[in-house]
């Protein structure tokens, strides 16, 4: 089954303790990325990856960080959470950034830090 | 600044009740509009992709359409089963990032 995967699905943690949480697809796309969901602010981008080990900067990107070292892989760093970190956040893939095609996104990892 | 812009925030429909959701943006240029539809606790789903003026695409009761300034999502003869939040979003041209608006969420009473 074609699929986008996120782990953990929630995550309780304290501010300052470095954290990852992992994505993966199994479709061999070439483009992934990472959103976060607040109330009344909708889905912003974090960091968006075009294919193994070339990334860029969405529009929130402050206190994250991402690495794309396999095609399939697409982990979000947070290396001293803080408070306002805490959301809802969403991987997705897309078969490539040269073509508009349709993202599939995870579940979702719901992350609080207090 | 590239916008997106969704409205109403709510909508309520009785079952049968047809209506519009509009998505208007602000980019210098557009590579692409996309629709998706949100159920509670899921990631978006993908409905439409849009790429120029005057395109539309039809899937069951939803209709896409799309303009040089706003899009708009169709419902024709909805269903409780259609209530969800659609989520409208735009690629500027020159860039490989995704904007999105905040989302309508639509409730459809049987």
């Known amino acids: 089954e074609a699929q986008v995967t996120q782990n953990p699905r929630y995550l309780i943690t304290v501010t300052g303790k470095k954290l990852t949480v992992t994505c993966s697809q199994n479709m061999n796309h070439e483009y992934m990325s990472w959103y976060r969901q607040d109330p009344g602010l909708g889905l912003r981008q974090i960091y968006y990856?075009?294919?193994?080990?070339?990334?860029d900067k969405g529009d929130v990107p402050e206190g994250y960080k991402v690495s794309r070292k396999e095609k399939r892989n697409f982990p979000l760093i947070l290396e001293s959470p803080s408070p306002n970190q805490t959301s809802l956040y969403f991987c997705a893939s897309s078969l490539s950034y040269r073509a508009n095609t349709e993202a599939f996104f995870g579940q979702g990892t719901r992350l609080t830090v207090v | 600044e590239d916008q997106v812009t969704q409205s109403p925030e709510a909508l309520r429909l009785q079952e049968g009740e047809s209506s519009s959701l509009n998505c208007s943006y602000t980019?210098?240029?557009?590579?692409?509009l996309f629709w998706y539809r949100q159920d509670p606790g899921k990631g978006p789903e993908f409905l439409f992709t849009?790429?120029?003026a005057g395109e539309e695409k039809e899937k069951e009761r939803l209709k896409a359409t799309l303009t040089k300034k706003e899009s708009f999502l169709h419902i024709t003869a909805p269903k409780p089963e259609d209530s969800a939040t659609y989520l409208c979003?735009?690629?500027?041209?020159?860039?490989?990032?995704?904007?999105f608006g905040t989302g309508t969420r639509l409730k459809v009473l049987a």
């Open positions: 990856s075009m294919n193994v080990e070339v990334t």
């Open positions: 980019v210098s240029g557009l590579r692409g």
């Open positions: 979003a735009v690629q500027p041209s020159g860039t490989y990032k995704y904007i």
């Open positions: 849009l790429y120029s």
